[in-house]
């Protein structure tokens, strides 16, 4: 037969922007249908007077705002930025992008109602879907307003948890017996369930149709997710992921249709944990952790085209996350055979990837570069597999 050349190893990298947009963080990028690149992240502005007369600290400061900016099919340079969503007088945060089966462009965002006294523990969520995005500048948004989950569960996951850091303290200890109370009369607040829901990773249009949007409570550390078959009309509420200490889950769909968790770690495993569904999303099975390191740091996974999986992450146990790395699986998840460095500067800071993989194969990785700027490669897997 004819012989099939391999694939050439490609890498480009490039910032999305230069200058002071103050600290900026926590990146989510999305390929349109038409073929380019739109991506958000957190930023409070440029530094002044005025920032610090009214307290502002970094991330939780009442001016932060989404910013986002577009990469033009065929550009060379990312379009100047602009302000994606600002709610006034509060600090929105954690923005995620997806685009759903009917090509709507989804933005997912937290808002938090009381900084600095209540940071993530305040937020409420909020998103925005739009038809008409492709555009320079921001997209028409068709539909804004708020989501407030209320998955069923909850109770029985944090009872549960209470008894076990019972159990775990024994007569020895009153860290366990404390940890226990605190979640119990957590639980009695109503804005604990209700408020602290963040996301962080992209949505994930499922096979059937359905819209799925990853989430987790930063009051309970735990996840859950909310599905959508309408737009963001009516939601569905999966039970929480049946393990606290594992938060931002990213999602991806494996070809038989199971949904695979990928979770950043608040344990003290220091591991990527993981989670299966086979019903669409509804229920999990227990996290466990992976042989990937994670020093409580954001990752986020996709399915390839191929059919293998892809992840990104700081593939170290602690912090600095000084190294980000890629790592592919040709057996959904059970093993990562091929890891690459994406950056690995000692005592820098490279955090809360986004990636994507585009029409033509190519995969878009952004992540938060020093907390300056936003940082962009793109990349094929004959890059990740090729031996450095």
């Given at each position: 037969?004819?012989a099939?050349r391999?694939?050439?190893?490609?890498?480009?990298?490039?910032?999305?922007?230069s200058?002071?947009?103050?600290?900026?963080h926590?990146s989510?990028?999305?390929?349109?249908?038409?073929?380019s690149?739109?991506?958000?992240?957190?930023?409070n502005?440029?530094?002044?007077?005025?920032?610090?007369f009214?307290?502002?600290?970094?991330d939780?400061s009442?001016?932060?705002?989404?910013?986002?900016?577009?990469?033009?099919?065929?550009?060379?340079a990312?379009?100047?930025?602009?302000?994606?969503?600002?709610?006034?007088?509060?600090?929105?945060?954690n923005?995620?992008?997806?685009?759903?089966?009917?090509?709507?462009l989804?933005?997912?965002?937290?808002?938090?109602?009381a900084?600095?006294?209540r940071?993530w523990?305040?937020?409420i969520?909020q998103?925005?879907?739009s038809?008409d995005?492709?555009?320079?500048?921001?997209?028409?948004?068709?539909?804004?307003?708020v989501?407030i989950?209320?998955?069923?569960?909850?109770?029985?996951?944090?009872?549960r948890?209470?008894?076990?850091?019972?159990?775990?303290?024994g007569?020895?200890?009153p860290?366990g017996?404390?940890?226990?109370?605190?979640?119990?009369?957590?639980?009695?607040?109503?804005?604990?369930?209700r408020?602290?829901?963040?996301?962080?990773?992209?949505?994930?249009?499922l096979?059937?149709?359905?819209?799925?949007?990853p989430l987790?409570?930063?009051n309970?550390n735990?996840?859950?997710?909310a599905?959508t078959?309408?737009?963001g009309?009516?939601?569905?509420?999966?039970k929480?992921?049946?393990s606290?200490?594992?938060?931002?889950p990213?999602?991806?769909?494996l070809?038989?249709?199971?949904?695979?968790?990928?979770?950043r770690?608040?344990?003290?495993?220091?591991?990527v944990?993981?989670?299966?569904?086979?019903?669409?999303g509804l229920?999990?099975?227990?996290?466990?952790?992976?042989?990937?390191?994670?020093?409580?740091?954001?990752?986020?996974a996709?399915?390839?085209?191929?059919g293998d999986?892809?992840?990104?992450y700081?593939?170290?146990?602690t912090?600095p996350?000084d190294?980000l790395?890629?790592?592919?699986?040709s057996?959904?998840?059970a093993?990562?055979?091929?890891?690459?460095?994406?950056?690995?500067?000692?005592?820098?800071?490279?955090d809360?990837?986004s990636?994507?993989?585009?029409?033509d194969?190519?995969?878009?990785?952004?992540?938060?570069?020093?907390?300056?700027?936003i940082k962009?490669?793109?990349?094929?897997d004959?890059?990740v597999?090729?031996v450095?």
């Amino acid at each position: 037969g004819r012989a099939v050349r391999a694939a050439a190893p490609t890498y480009r990298e490039r910032f999305i922007f230069s200058g002071d947009r103050g600290h900026v963080h926590a990146s989510s990028i999305v390929e349109t249908p038409k073929g380019s690149l739109l991506a958000v992240w957190y930023e409070n502005g440029p530094k002044d007077d005025a920032y610090y007369f009214r307290g502002g600290d970094e991330d939780k400061s009442d001016d932060v705002r989404i910013g986002g900016a577009r990469l033009a099919r065929g550009a060379e340079a990312w379009a100047e930025p602009f302000v994606m969503s600002d709610t006034f007088g509060v600090s929105d945060n954690n923005p995620a992008l997806g685009i759903d089966a009917q090509n709507r462009l989804w933005l997912v965002h937290a808002t938090l109602l009381a900084v600095p006294a209540r940071t993530w523990g305040s937020a409420i969520l909020q998103y925005r879907v739009s038809t008409d995005y492709e555009s320079l500048g921001v997209p028409r948004w068709d539909r804004s307003t708020v989501l407030i989950p209320k998955p069923d569960g909850i109770d029985e996951l944090i009872a549960r948890a209470a008894d076990d850091a019972r159990r775990r303290s024994g007569r020895q200890s009153p860290q366990g017996v404390q940890r226990a109370r605190e979640l119990l009369d957590r639980l009695d607040d109503p804005f604990a369930r209700r408020l602290g829901w963040m996301p962080r990773v992209h949505p994930v249009a499922l096979k059937d149709g359905a819209f799925l949007v990853p989430l987790a409570n930063e009051n309970f550390n735990f996840a859950a997710m909310a599905i959508t078959r309408d737009g963001g009309e009516t939601w569905t509420f999966s039970k929480p992921v049946p393990s606290l200490g594992v938060t931002q889950p990213s999602i991806v769909q494996l070809r038989d249709g199971r949904l695979l968790a990928f979770f950043r770690d608040a344990t003290s495993a220091h591991r990527v944990h993981r989670s299966e569904s086979k019903d669409g999303g509804l229920t999990w099975s227990e996290a466990t952790p992976t042989a990937l390191p994670n020093p409580g740091g954001g990752i986020e996974a996709i399915a390839l085209s191929s059919g293998d999986l892809a992840i990104v992450y700081n593939d170290k146990e602690t912090s600095p996350r000084d190294r980000l790395a890629v790592s592919i699986s040709s057996d959904e998840g059970a093993t990562w055979g091929s890891t690459r460095h994406i950056e690995n500067t000692p005592g820098a800071r490279f955090d809360y990837p986004s990636v994507v993989q585009g029409r033509d194969g190519s995969i878009h990785v952004t992540y938060s570069y020093n907390l300056k700027t936003i940082k962009h490669v793109t990349f094929n897997d004959v890059w990740v597999k090729q031996v450095p």
